[in-house]
């Protein structure tokens, strides 16, 4: 994970390959000279564009070790896309599927993993499961009846220990904003990877680290605390542990960095603010926010009035034949009462697209958790 002052970044990670920056998430990135992009992939809010490494270059640019390839068949990802583009209602003229598939862009985005030996003092409470049997009494049609009833209930005891274990692939973010991306898109299965090869880097853009090894510790002693329980609860054979504490000493850390593949693209709503839409690229999960058109819904409030305009005319002219044949008066009555309700009707489009948009309403059910994601990018 070192590079040799003599050896260039270029060196590990491919030759057509060059530094880029986002002013507007201040997300460092390397990309294959041959992707051209219109927005930043990571926050949709600017161009990106080549750092001068003499000037600026990232203070990290170490090539990753392994990688997830990307296994999402393409047709659950055209699919998943099409499917995102027509369930809203009054879609923006740039959210259609072939919009979204033409600007689908592969994004690698990094995180640790962590070996480490660990030695710890530990105590805990662990629960084991045992079962109670009672009795109760109920009157039923036979009379008085006893019914059996079994409980489960645990039984704590206090357990204290030593361990010394070296633990391996441990978990650990590379990103301010992991948390928010594994709650966006869930976990990876990180069994498949494969080192890392430039050749698979090709038309992707790789989103550097901005936690490096020491900022990441903490988070890291926490995975190996939590892999700690586990096998403290597994080799007491108990069903329950809590109130897990100990005091450890890690050493021999040895710090793996990892990429992991997603799709992201983007549409533009009416006032050409780009909305970015993410997919998992293993099970073709997507996030993305649906924004409706105030546009569209007004101009189908529009045909819906001048629907209700016509009839009432129509009504109108009816009910003035009416006075010279009376069988018409009924049918001008009713097309006056269709006309009035098709007329309260033409506000509908108008409210739903704005409660679209002001209240997520019918939206991806990854709304809040995209929100979170883009308030975390760009603190």
Known sequence: MTETQNTHWTENWGKSMALSHCPSCDGNFIVSLTVETDVCPYCGKSVLTYIDEEVDKPAYTHAPEQMLPFSVPE????????????????????????????????????????????????QAEVGFDYQVVSHREKYGDSGWQS????????????????????????????????????????????ESAEPYQAEAANNVLVRLPNRPPDDAWPEAVATLKMAATAE?????????????????????????QMLVPIFATYYRDDDSIVRMIYVHGQTGELAGQQRASLKKAKRYSRFIAIGA???????????????????????????????????????????????????????????????????????
Do not use: C
Request: a negative charge.
């Open 75 to 122: 047709e659950t990802l055209q699919q998943n896309v099409t499917q995102f583009a027509k369930n809203n209602w009054f879609a923006p003229a740039d959210l259609t599927p072939q919009n979204l598939s033409s600007r689908l862009q592969p994004l690698y985005l990094p995180f640790w993993l962590v070996d480490a030996s660990t030695e710890a003092r530990w």
């Open 147 to 190: 019914e059996k009833i079994k409980e489960t209930k645990v039984r704590w005891e206090p357990r204290v220990g030593d361990l010394q274990r070296r633990y391996d692939n441990q978990t650990a973010p590379a990103l301010e904003e992991h948390v928010q991306w594994r709650k966006l898109l869930g976990n990876f299965k990180t």
């Open 232 to 256: 403290v609860k597994k080799a007491t054979k108990a069903d329950h542990i809590r109130e897990f504490r100990w005091s450890a000493k890690h050493s021999d850390q040895h710090w793996t």
């Open 309 to 379: 305009a016509l009839l009432f005319t129509l009504s109108l002219i009816l009910a003035a034949i009416g006075f010279f044949e009376e069988s018409l008066l009924p049918w001008a009555g009713m097309g006056f009462m269709a006309a009035v309700g098709l007329g309260i009707t033409a506000v509908l489009p108008i409210l739903i697209a704005y409660s679209i948009n002001n209240f997520d309403m019918f939206t991806d059910a990854h709304q809040q958790r995209l929100d979170d994601l883009q308030e975390a990018i760009w603190e």
